[in-house]
C-alpha cells in the first residue's frame, strides 16, 4: 500500500463491517420467525462496492486534472503545492475515518504539484510528459492484470517488507530533498555517478529503478485492499480511502517514471 496508516484506515473499516456474529439458539429461533426479506440497510451503512471506489477515484483524478491544468500555466505554485500536499496527504492518511473534503482538496494540489512539474520537465525535455503518462497506465494496466489473474498476490511476509521499504524509501527522498534545497543541488544523491558494468550514469537512474518498482508492487497491494475491502463488506465511506490510496501510488509512480525519463533524455 501507498501509506501503512491508509492500511490502518481500511481495518477501521473492517472493523466497521457488517459482519454476522454467531447466533444464539433464541436468536436463531427469532431469525426463523422472522419474514424471508431482510430489511434494507441505511444508505449510510451501505457495503463498499467496486463501483464505489471506481467512481471515487475517477472524481479525484478529475479534480487532480483541474489543479494539474492551474499547475501547467503557474509552475511558480509547484514547490508550494507541493508542501500542502505532503501535509494533507498525512492527514488523510492518519484520519482513522476518511474526510471526502480533504482527500479532494489533496487531489487538487497534488494537481497543481504534477501540472508545474511536469511543465518545467516538458520545457526541458519536449514531448516527456506524454510518455511517462502512457509509461504510467501501461504499469497500471500490467500490474492490474497480474493481479486479476493472481499472477501476482502479497503474502503477509512480503506486505511487511513492502512497508518497510516504502517507510525507508520516503525516509531518504525526504531527507535528499532537503539537502538537495538547502545547498542549490549541490548535495543531491541523485546526481552521483556510478560506474556500473562499464557504464557510467547517476545514481538517480538506480533509485529511479527502485522505485518505481517499489510502486508497481504498492499497486498490487492497493488492489488487494480494495479487494479484501469489497470481501469484508465494509462501509461504502471508505471507498475514499481506497481511492484516496490509488491516487496517492499513482502520483507517486509518474513522478518517478518522469524524473527517470529524464536521465534518458539528458545530452
Same mark, same amino acid.
Given at each position: 500500500?501507498?501509506?501503512?496508516?491508509?492500511?490502518?484506515?481500511?481495518?477501521?473499516?473492517?472493523?466497521?463491517?457488517?459482519?454476522?456474529?454467531?447466533?444464539?439458539?433464541?436468536?436463531?429461533?427469532?431469525?426463523?420467525?422472522?419474514?424471508?426479506?431482510?430489511?434494507?440497510?441505511?444508505?449510510?451503512?451501505?457495503?463498499?462496492?467496486?463501483?464505489?471506489?471506481?467512481?471515487?477515484?475517477?472524481?479525484?483524478?478529475?479534480?487532480? @486534472?483541474?489543479? *494539474?491544468?492551474?499547475?501547467?500555466?503557474?509552475?511558480?505554485?509547484?514547490?508550494?503545492?507541493?508542501?500542502?500536499?505532503?501535509?494533507?496527504?498525512?492527514?488523510? /492518511?492518519?484520519?482513522?475515518?476518511?474526510?471526502?473534503?480533504?482527500?479532494?482538496?489533496?487531489?487538487? $494540489?497534488?494537481?497543481?504539484?504534477?501540472?508545474?512539474?511536469?511543465?518545467?520537465?516538458?520545457?526541458?525535455?519536449?514531448?516527456? $510528459?506524454?510518455? /511517462?503518462?502512457?509509461?504510467?497506465?501501461?504499469?497500471?494496466?500490467?500490474?492490474?492484470?497480474?493481479?486479476?489473474?493472481?499472477?501476482?498476490?502479497?503474502?503477509?511476509?512480503?506486505?511487511?517488507?513492502?512497508?518497510?521499504?516504502?517507510?525507508?524509501?520516503?525516509?531518504?527522498?525526504?531527507?535528499?530533498? *532537503?539537502? /538537495?534545497?538547502?545547498?542549490?543541488?549541490?548535495?543531491? /544523491?541523485?546526481? $552521483?555517478?556510478?560506474?556500473?558494468?562499464?557504464?557510467?550514469?547517476?545514481?538517480?537512474? $538506480?533509485?529511479?529503478?527502485?522505485?518505481?518498482?517499489?510502486?508497481?508492487? &504498492?499497486?498490487?497491494?492497493?488492489?488487494?485492499?480494495?479487494?479484501?475491502?469489497?470481501?469484508?463488506?465494509?462501509?461504502?465511506?471508505?471507498?475514499? &480511502?481506497?481511492?484516496?490510496?490509488?491516487?496517492?501510488?499513482?502520483?507517486?509512480?509518474?513522478?518517478?517514471?518522469?524524473?527517470? @525519463?529524464?536521465?534518458?533524455?539528458?545530452?
Amino acid at each position: 500500500m501507498s501509506n501503512p496508516l491508509v492500511r490502518r484506515g481500511l481495518e477501521q473499516g473492517i472493523k466497521a463491517g457488517h459482519q454476522p456474529a454467531t447466533p444464539s439458539a433464541e436468536e436463531l429461533n427469532s431469525m426463523y420467525m422472522q419474514p424471508s426479506a431482510e430489511p434494507q440497510r441505511p444508505v449510510d451503512e451501505r457495503a463498499m462496492t467496486y463501483d464505489d471506489v471506481l467512481i471515487k477515484t475517477g472524481i479525484c483524478f478529475a479534480v487532480l @486534472l483541474a489543479g *494539474a491544468v492551474l499547475g501547467w500555466f503557474m509552475p511558480i505554485l509547484a514547490l508550494p503545492a507541493m508542501l500542502l500536499g505532503l501535509v494533507l496527504g498525512l492527514v488523510n /492518511a492518519f484520519k482513522r475515518e476518511p474526510n471526502k473534503g480533504l482527500i479532494l482538496l489533496y487531489a487538487g $494540489v497534488e494537481g497543481v504539484f504534477l501540472g508545474g512539474i511536469s511543465g518545467m520537465f516538458n520545457a526541458a525535455y519536449d514531448g516527456i $510528459v506524454v510518455q /511517462a503518462v502512457l509509461a504510467t497506465l501501461c504499469v497500471f494496466g500490467l500490474m492490474f492484470a497480474l493481479f486479476r489473474f493472481r499472477i501476482v498476490r502479497m503474502s503477509g511476509k512480503m506486505m511487511k517488507f513492502l512497508m518497510l521499504a516504502v517507510g525507508g524509501y520516503a525516509i531518504f527522498a525526504l531527507v535528499n530533498f *532537503a539537502f /538537495a534545497m538547502f545547498t542549490g543541488g549541490a548535495m543531491n /544523491a541523485r546526481n $552521483v555517478e556510478i560506474t556500473i558494468m562499464g557504464m557510467t550514469m547517476p545514481l538517480g537512474v $538506480v533509485i529511479g529503478i527502485v522505485a518505481v518498482v517499489l510502486a508497481s508492487l &504498492t499497486l498490487v497491494a492497493d488492489f488487494q485492499m480494495i479487494e479484501e475491502g469489497v470481501k469484508h463488506r465494509i462501509p461504502e465511506k471508505y471507498s475514499w &480511502t481506497c481511492a484516496f490510496s490509488l491516487m496517492v501510488t499513482l502520483i507517486w509512480l509518474y513522478v518517478e517514471i518522469l524524473r527517470l @525519463l529524464s536521465y534518458f533524455r539528458q545530452n
